[in-house]
């Protein structure tokens, strides 16, 4: 394991961490090589909703997970009912699902909301593994104070990015979560715009300095997520996006 300056250096790090706009395409259910081949093309990152599959077996998902990480890393996400996931069982049983998983990723996705999220950080940073806090608000876009109330908790929580996803249906809403991600552009923030201006905001944001966005590989997973091709020809649209070495070929 390699840390610098107290973070975890890891490739999903890297890849998260840099300032060109990045995605991760969210798999909710079993890929065959061939997509798997393609969203590798273009993404630079797997989210595996271990709390979506139909099958929560944990030897299943860790080979879907070696399915996977040869190709992109993998961040593992094990959303709960109260973030409108589909984690329905205990935490202790999430929590053991996350420890056992995390030999087959390379980051998890812990909601900052929950009380093991520190622990879970910490368990993940001793494996070298990163590590993201997340916020999920789908009744509307925080207030300014609201939104570094939770930057703050997600930093507390040692985890090298925050994510915030929220519902953005009017422009001022949107303009809220812009000027939010552009003061913490430098701090590893990563923002969400779900519904009405989700596909707007899958370049929009990126560009202003969000660290991730995300796409579908084959259904939408929240309102206003779009498709990985979809996302990669918006992103396309940004100077830097379009710059980089490996689409660049």
């Not at 996977?68 to 053991?96: A, F, H, M, N, Y």
């Not at 915030?164 to 809403?173: F, I, L, M, R, W």
Request: charged residues 25%; hydrophobic residues 40%; contains cysteine.
């Amino acid at each position: 394991m390699d840390i610098i300056n107290g973070a975890v250096v890891n490739r999903f790090n890297e890849v998260v961490g840099r300032s060109e706009p990045s995605f991760a395409v969210v798999v909710a259910e079993e890929l065959d090589d061939k997509t798997i081949r393609k969203i590798g093309a273009v993404a630079d990152a797997f989210e595996l909703r271990a709390d979506l599959f139909l099958n929560r077996d944990p030897n299943y998902l860790a080979e879907q997970s070696e399915r996977l990480i040869d190709t992109l890393p993998v961040l593992l996400t094990i959303r709960v009912g109260e973030e409108e996931g589909g984690w329905d069982r205990s935490e202790e049983d999430r929590q053991k699902l996350f420890s056992y998983l995390l030999p087959y990723v390379d980051a998890i996705d812990v909601e900052i909301a929950r009380p093991a999220v520190t622990d879970l950080v910490r368990e993940a940073h001793a494996k070298g593994l990163g590590a993201i806090a997340s916020s999920h608000d789908f009744s509307g876009t925080q207030n300014e104070e609201d939104l570094e109330v939770i930057f703050r908790a997600g930093e507390e929580s040692g985890a090298e990015f925050t994510k915030v996803a929220c519902s953005v249906n009017t422009q001022s809403e949107l303009q809220r979560l812009a000027e939010f991600t552009i003061r913490h552009s430098e701090d590893g923030v990563i923002t969400v715009a779900m519904d009405k201006f989700g596909p707007l905001s899958r370049l929009a944001l990126p560009t202003l300095g969000s660290r991730l966005t995300y796409a579908h590989s084959g259904l939408a997973v929240v309102k206003g997520q779009l498709g990985y091709m979809e996302t990669h020809e918006l992103l396309m649209l940004s100077p830097d996006y379009a710059g980089l070495e490996r689409w660049a070929a």
